[in-house]
C-alpha cells in the first residue's frame, strides 16, 4: 500500500490498483500549493466529518473523476443531493469494498459542514486489505475506544492528529499508540494553521523515548507499507 501525504489531514492511498483519496482540502492550504488538485486520481473519497478542512476539494475530485464518497450516512446523503455517489456507513459498520473492508470508527470531535448544515458524528476509518491493516483516526481526542482498533485488526499504521488544539497533540498521541498496539505512527492534521504548528524534532522525540517512530511525511512526499 502507498501512502502519500496531501498536507493537513489530506491523503491519497494506492491499494489494490484503487486509489483512495481521504478528506481533501488542498485548494485552500498554503503548504500544498505545489499540489494540483485536478490530476488527483481518485476511485473513493473517504471524508472522516464535515468540517472545510476536511472536505473542500470533495466536489472538484468527484466531478473530475466520478470518485465514490464514502462517509457517514449524513454527508454521503448531502453529496447525494449535489449527484455524487456514495457508500453511506454508521460506527460501527463495515462494508467489503474492492480494495479492502472499511470499518468507520469512533472519534471525539465536532462535524457540521461550512454552511451549518448537520454532518452526522465524526469518526475514523479502519482500513483492512490484503497490503495492510491501516487506523486513520481523523479529528480527535485521545480515546479508550482506540482499545477495540486492535481486538479488531493488527494495525501496520496507525495516522493520528498531532496538531493540538483541535485534536489530541503529541503527548496524547503516544498514548493513543500504546492503545491501538501500533509503533509506527504517521502524524496528520499539524502546521496548517497558527494553533497547530509543531516542533517536528521535539515531536519525533517523544515517539522515539517509547521505542516508537513518528513519520512526518514532507508534503507530497509517500510511504510505502
Ligand atoms: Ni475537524
Ligand atoms: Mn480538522
Known amino acids: 500500500m502507498k501512502i502519500s501525504y496531501l498536507g493537513h489531514a489530506a491523503l491519497a492511498l494506492e491499494v489494490a490498483g484503487k486509489h483512495l483519496v481521504v478528506d481533501p ?27 472545510q478542512d476536511h472536505i473542500l476539494d470533495v466536489e472538484t475530485i468527484a466531478k ?54 448537520y454532518g452526522g458524528q465524526p469518526g475514523g476509518f479502519l482500513l483492512e486489505t490484503e497490503e495492510g491493516n491501516v487506523y486513520i483516526a481523523g479529528d480527535t481526542a ?46 496528520y492534521h499539524y502546521d496548517t494553521f497558527g494553533y497547530i504548528k509543531i516542533n517536528h524534532i521535539e515531536a519525533k522525540s517523544k515517539f522515539s523515548a517509547k521505542n516508537k517512530e513518528l513519520i512526518l511525511l514532507e508534503i507530497g512526499n509517500h510511504i510505502t507499507i
Open 64 to 117: 473530475n473523476t466520478s470518485a465514490k464518497v464514502i462517509s457517514n450516512y449524513e454527508i454521503v446523503t448531502y453529496y447525494n443531493a449535489k449527484g455524487i455517489e456514495g457508500h453511506p456507513l454508521n460506527h460501527g459498520g463495515s462494508w467489503p469494498f474492492d480494495f479492502g473492508k472499511v470499518t468507520y470508527v469512533n472519534a471525539i470531535h465536532t462535524s457540521s459542514f461550512p454552511d451549518g448544515s
Open 25 to 51: 482540502f488542498i485548494s485552500g492550504n498554503e503548504l500544498a500549493k505545489h499540489l494540483d488538485v485536478h490530476s488527483i486520481k481518485a476511485d473513493y473519497i473517504l471524508i472522516t466529518h464535515a468540517h
Open 142 to 187: 485521545l480515546t479508550f475506544d482506540m482499545k477495540l482498533i486492535p481486538l479488531k485488526a493488527t494495525i501496520d499504521l496507525a495516522i493520528l492528529p498531532i496538531g493540538d488544539n483541535f485534536t489530541m497533540g503529541i503527548d496524547d498521541a503516544v498514548i493513543a499508540s500504546d492503545f491501538i498496539e501500533c509503533n509506527k505512527v504517521l502524524g
